[in-house]
Nanobody
Framework: QVQLVESGGGLVQPGGSLRLSCAASGFTFSSYRMSWYRQAPGKERELVATITKTGGFTNYADSVKGRFTISRDNAKNTMYLQMNSLKPEDTAVYYC?????????WGQGTQVTVSS
């Protein structure tokens, strides 16, 4: 069964850090491009960061550049999102996504709340 499970979300103060994880199972993780998305209340889901199959190339939304770092460990079938200098506007449900056309799988999401 193809599955993505996010973890690591929670409540953090502005300026704080969190590391999200996305554990993959049921498919060949190293063959898939991986991405993090987020959706804030009342807003559309948006792309946060993407990483290629080997991790050799990454891309970020302008709003998170310099603060967030996407990475992956293909030996552990896991992707990460290190989030530093968090802002209240980073509050959202964060989702991971695995794509290898035509296959496309989403996780269930993990809540990140940035508030004092």
């Amino acid at each position: 069964q193809v599955q993505l499970v996010e973890s690591g979300g929670g409540l953090v103060q502005p300026g704080g850090s969190l590391r999200l994880s996305c554990a993959a199972s049921g498919f060949t993780f190293s063959s898939y491009r991986m991405s993090w998305y987020r959706q804030a209340p009342g807003k559309e889901r948006e792309l946060v960061a993407t990483i290629t199959k080997t991790g050799g190339f990454t891309n970020y939304a302008d709003s998170v550049k310099g603060r967030f770092t996407i990475s992956r460990d293909n030996a552990k079938n896991t992707m990460y999102l290190q989030m530093n200098s968090l802002k209240p506007e980073d509050t959202a449900v964060y989702y991971c996504r695995a794509t290898n056309w035509p296959n496309d799988t989403w996780g269930q999401g993990t809540q990140v709340t940035v508030s004092s």
